[in-house]
């Protein structure tokens, strides 16, 4: 049994840049060849969250049976649950055939939201018996797109993924840091058809911002230029953190994993914090911005490719709340 | 901090601007199909290479290049 594993699910419906091109074909390719993305995977209305996490964990589980039986606690990071009440991670153990020793539970966290599991999952297996913990993330967020969101269309794509974590492993993940805006809770929302406010006749209104993306207060709704500028200003500041709390200098980081919103922002946060471009990890091109699944595919790339032996990796997520979340692991 | 330095930055940037093309007096906001991507390019380039933060409230308050220049200055 490996003591660090991740195996992660793409829907097989792709799209693609020509897709997107014909779609609006008075956007500049000129204008988004910065974002690095050339695809992204959609899942299909009647796949859910769930359902793409179930298949990443399949995978995890099928490629190595001696996890069944390690499983002691199932988190599951998503924006989308498959019901009010029980808690999806509770369908998911019954569906991948886990034992009934074991916790389960959800937990609502968008792109900072695999750094928080992880930190979730150390914390768990510190305070109990458990030899490991299945922690899955499942993103369906083109479910809420809006057709003419373009921005939002072009970046984002979905992904399950699954990542054991053994207890063995625990003393590898150092010491985390975090943030939390609060204020910021408007700069990424779905307002409507919550609890605070459930769907009305103002809901489905499009709204157009400066740049002629269209949306609602039914879906998705990103201000890009604030999340960007959040992003520049604050990250430098917490990979310091990070480094600080963890006894660490920069030059002793072989690898930079954070979440890939996009390539724009990882190239522009390299050359701020001077770091050099083979040591911060970009791939995306394939899948664009899988929110809180896209550490853990960077990671299971990296690990194929047997790229993470010996390495210390600093791993920040950052997004909606506003929020950020980083440690390293010395893999 | 030049006013010059800042217009070759921005040709540098925008992949699709030949250098010359932009003046101080021109008006950004018109260049050839101005997107978000542009806004975040020029967010970008302010904090790297001249420290200054920029908001999305700043290219509505501002026009032309002089005054986005001006405007980054003042926040030096």
Partial sequence: MKDFSIAYYLPKKTYT?????????????????????????????????????????????????????????????????????????????????????????????????????????????????????????????????????????????????????????????GKFVFKTYGEQYEAIIVRDGFARQPINDESHRPLADHFGNITSRANFSMNGIKVFTFAIRTIPGVAKEILKINNLQLDQIDLFVFHQANAFILESLAKKMKISKDKMVIDLAKTGNTGQSSIPIVLSHLIKEDQLEGKIVMLIGFGTGLSVAGTVIKY | MEINDFIADLEENFDNLDPGTLKPESNYHEIDEWSSMHALIVIALADTEYGVILTGEDFRSTETVEELFLLMKSRK
């Fill in chain 1, 17 to 173: 840049n020509e897709e997107f091109f014909g779609d609006f074909p008075d956007e500049k390719i000129d204008n988004y060849l910065k974002l690095g993305i050339e695809s992204r995977h959609i899942v299909e209305p009647y796949e859910t969250a769930s359902d793409i996490a179930f298949a990443a964990a399949k995978l995890l589980l099928d490629s190595d049976r001696d996890l069944l039986d390690n499983v002691e606690h199932i988190l599951f990071c998503t924006q989308e649950l498959d019901f009010y009440t029980p808690s999806t991670a509770v369908t998911l153990q019954h569906r991948l055939k886990l034992q009934n020793n074991c916790s389960a539970f959800d937990f609502n966290h968008g792109c900072a939201g695999f750094t928080y599991g992880l930190f979730l999952a150390k914390s768990m297996l510190l305070s109990s018996k458990g030899t490991g913990a299945l922690f899955l993330t499942g993103y369906t967020l083109t479910k809420v797109l809006h057709p003419g969101d373009k921005s939002s269309r072009f970046l984002f794509g979905d992904a399950g993924t699954a990542t054991f974590i053994s207890q063995s492993f625990v003393h590898k993940i």
